[in-house]
């Protein structure tokens, strides 16, 4: 390739990666901006119009991205569920669940990963369920997020059968530990009740111990 062709290809190279890169950038804008207002408004009184002049985007991107405040409410909810850093909080689970033996430890650990999750993760689900009673996308909306968790602590479950209380299936100690995940108790201890987010963690973590370990 001449020297000419090699230029253009870098110059094209580098244009499409400062573009993924501004999209990136404006989606995050946007999913700020979004979180920012549903939880200061409320999901009725949120516009699309609202949340693209605070993002500095045109309405017209955010629909077009989005679909609508349902499609942003359920991004603002994925993105929460994956925590913090670059590898999803599911996965860092699994990855830990591979390696750990203990099962006290393991569930000390899903109590930390709650810990980090439950606060961007909460009071997205809180607006949902409020929302719901009026909105039939929100009530889709917060139908799908419960059974996803609860389909995910039937299989951390299954990562405890061996250690189990006697009696107790995977499909019970599923639904408690779906019980302390839930964006409630969260609310009720360090909103309301304004607990730290380690004491939270030990609480629960602890409460599921003695819940399902024999």
């Known amino acids: 390739m001449s020297m000419d062709g090699a230029m253009v290809d870098v110059k094209r190279s580098y244009d499409s990666s400062r573009r993924q890169e501004q999209a990136r ?5 946007v ?3 979004a979180e920012r207002r549903f939880l200061a408004d409320g999901y009725g009184v949120t516009t699309i119009t609202a949340i693209a002049s605070e993002a500095g985007v045109s309405a017209e991107t955010v629909y077009k991205r ?15 569920l994956a925590g913090r850093g670059p590898v999803p909080a599911p996965q860092r689970s699994d990855e830990m669940q591979a390696r750990e033996e ?16 439950a606060p961007r993760v ?3 689900l809180l607006l949902v369920r409020a929302a719901a009673a009026t909105d039939p996308e929100m009530a889709r909306l917060l139908a799908d997020a419960d059974r996803q ?8 479950a299954e990562a405890l059968t ?12 599923a639904e408690i530990m779906w019980t302390y995940s839930s964006p409630d108790l969260y609310d009720l201890l360090v909103v309301r009740r ?12 602890e409460a599921m111990i003695n819940a399902l370990l024999r």
Do not use: C
Not at 25 to 29: E, I, P
Not at 66 to 80: H, M, P, Q, S, Y
Not at 102 to 117: C, F, M, S, Y
Not at 162 to 173: F, K, N, V
């Open 122 to 124: 909460a009071p997205i």
């Open 149 to 156: 968790r609860l389909r995910r602590m039937r299989h951390n």
């Open 25 to 29: 950038r404006n989606r995050d804008a």
């Open 194 to 205: 304004r607990w730290t987010l380690p004491r939270y963690s030990r609480f629960i973590s």
């Open 66 to 80: 989005f679909g609508g405040k349902a499609g942003l409410v359920t991004a603002i909810w994925e993105r929460g």
């Open 102 to 117: 203990d099962p006290r430890q393991i569930i000390r650990n899903w109590g930390q990963l709650t810990a980090e999750v």
């Open 162 to 173: 061996d250690h189990l209380r006697t009696g107790m299936s995977p499909g019970e100690a």
């Open 31 to 33: 999913l700020n901006a």
